[in-house]
T-cell receptor
């Protein structure tokens, strides 16, 4: 079945760049997503990329997709303490739009 | 703005109790989803619904049932709560051709 894997934890210093990685197995995925979950809250969509794209940039966020290796990454430039959260990658297709989520990466940003 | 609300933020129940978790969305979305979130396991899909009175099992439906009598409301039911159902429960919705799911704030359920 489909599987999405992420490392569990990442620690960076404020002002550094953070790179969160994700690998997935379903090559038919149409969309790949990054969600952010702040403490005690639900998930909010950060950004997404279509499977026919290699890169998407949105302010401090850069998403890179290597479809051949089924590897997705999220780079956060100039990481701030407010970026501390759990980041989930997810894959999905059209239709009922059922998503498969990774385990989440807890990002800790220290001053 | 899409709004997905869940009936409780925190809930404490006893083993064997029947538990109802309610979710309401205000964007006329066709699809609604229930997940549970556990540390190190990410989000796992329990059930989803793509229309009123329709439901499909997700990856971990055992011990749960759902009800969708109205388009905006999707209920998750624990017929007889057990301690291994202690978890964070997240509801989400999306439209039929939408690009993503919108999530509620979650209900943290503790079963004693």
């Amino acid at each position: 079945g489909e599987d999405v894997e992420q490392s569990l934890f990442l620690s960076v210093r404020e002002g550094d760049s953070s790179v969160i990685n994700c690998t997935y197995t379903d090559s038919s995925s149409t969309y790949l997503y990054w969600y952010k979950q702040e403490p005690g809250a639900g998930l909010q969509l950060l950004t997404y990329i279509f499977s026919n794209m290699d890169m998407k940039q949105d302010q401090r966020l850069t998403v890179l997709l290597n479809k051949k290796d089924k590897h997705l990454s999220l780079r956060i430039a100039d990481t701030q303490t407010g970026d501390s959260a759990i980041y989930f990658c997810a894959e999905g297709d059209t239709g009922f739009q059922k998503l498969v989520f990774g385990t989440g990466t807890r990002l800790l940003v220290s001053p | 703005d899409v709004k997905v609300t869940q009936s409780s933020r925190y809930l404490v129940k006893r083993t064997g109790e029947k538990v109802f978790l309610e979710c309401v969305q205000d964007m006329d979305h066709e699809n609604m989803f229930w997940y549970r979130q556990d540390p190190g396991l990410g989000l796992r899909l329990i059930y989803f619904s793509y229309d009123v009175k329709m439901k499909e099992k997700g990856d971990i439906p055992e011990g749960y049932s759902v009800s969708r009598e109205k388009k905006e409301r999707f209920s998750l039911i624990l017929e007889s709560a057990s301690t291994n159902q202690t978890s964070m429960y997240l509801c989400a919705s999306s439209n039929l051709l939408g690009e993503t799911q919108y999530f509620g704030p979650g209900t943290r359920l503790l079963v004693l």
